[in-house]
């Protein structure tokens, strides 16, 4: 075997603050959804793993939740499995929102930017603190000119925590290519832990659950907070060849139910018909998915609910 083709494998860790594209760049990085997106902040709830290959390397991406300062337990949760996904990573990348850095900088900066800029500081603070080193990956470069990004990358290189920095649009899909070999460079050698053609760990159901909750923030990012899971409760393949699934929205209070479910149940039928010609396409087949709205003032202190997505409930 030449040097060429040892095989390398390992796991690649995406940590930033919410919105700062970490789905999206996993998503590009893989060349497929494996993990939802939406404008809202606080959106990837649980560790998502995506594959990506290059030559030989096989790069596990971990989407990690955003982290910030938490308060609820279901925050806790997110934030100590970012860490923890963190730890235990061949490599960190630390994805930052570079025009909202610039935004902070110019004093031109929305009260999310202010937010941003200092979830990147107590991340930076904590990769100090656990004598953790990153690959620092500047995002949103499509927004800002060129220009102003060298002094940005500059001034938080001197931070001491980085070990390299790209500039990237993982919305364009700019400087991705460069950021993955990168990337396939810092795995360890070793066989591949998935199969070459394998590009998601997640299983359809919370898959599945996931790709409805985003078009339920898609539809109703304004009316509806943070307060609701979508959980996959029956997954079954039939003989024809179809996929019949159902699910149930929880929203924390009776209010939230006619929002969910709109004029003549009108918004819970668009939600349902969107999430279904997704699933429809990523699996291939013909899916019947039925939806109803429950409301679990509790839900977001429901033990099963952390469990199925890996989260500790205790953190
Ligand atoms: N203009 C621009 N927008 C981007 C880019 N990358 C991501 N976005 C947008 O930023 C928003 C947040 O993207 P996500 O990928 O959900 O961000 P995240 O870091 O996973 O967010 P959380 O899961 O909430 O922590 C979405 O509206 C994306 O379309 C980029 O390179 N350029
Ligand atoms: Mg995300």
Known sequence: ??????????????????????????????????????RKVQTTRFPVRGIAMH??????????????RPRRRLDRAMVASAWG????????????????????????????DHRSAEDTRDIIEGLKRAG?????????????????????????????????????????????????????????EGVWLYPEDQSADVSMRVLAAEITREKLYLRLHEELPYSAAVETTAFEDRPDGSVRMEQTIYVERESQRPIVLGKGGQTLRWIGQKAREELAVLMDRPVHLFLNVKVDPRWQESRALYAQFGLDYDA
């Open 85 to 112: 996904g963190a730890e235990d990573a061949d490599a960190i990348v630390h994805l930052i929102d570079a025009a909202a850095e610039l935004a902070v900088e110019a004093r031109e900066a929305k009260a999310a």
């Open 1 to 38: 075997m030449s040097d060429q083709d040892q095989t390398r494998a390992g796991f690649a860790a995406i940590i930033g603050a919410p919105n700062a594209g970490k789905s999206t760049l996993v998503n590009r990085l893989t060349g497929t959804k494996v993990s939802i997106v939406t």
């Open 132 to 188: 953790l080193k990153a690959t620092l990956v500047l995002n949103k470069i499509d927004l800002i000119a060129r220009d102003q990004l060298l002094g940005l990358s500059q001034r938080l290189f001197d931070e001491g925590v980085y070990t390299e920095v790209f500039m990237i649009s993982a919305e364009t899909g700019s400087g991705v290519d460069d950021l993955k070999v990168h990337l396939a460079g810092l795995m360890p």
């Open 55 to 68: 030559e030989a390397s096989q790069i596990v991406l971990v989407d990690t939740p955003g982290i910030f």
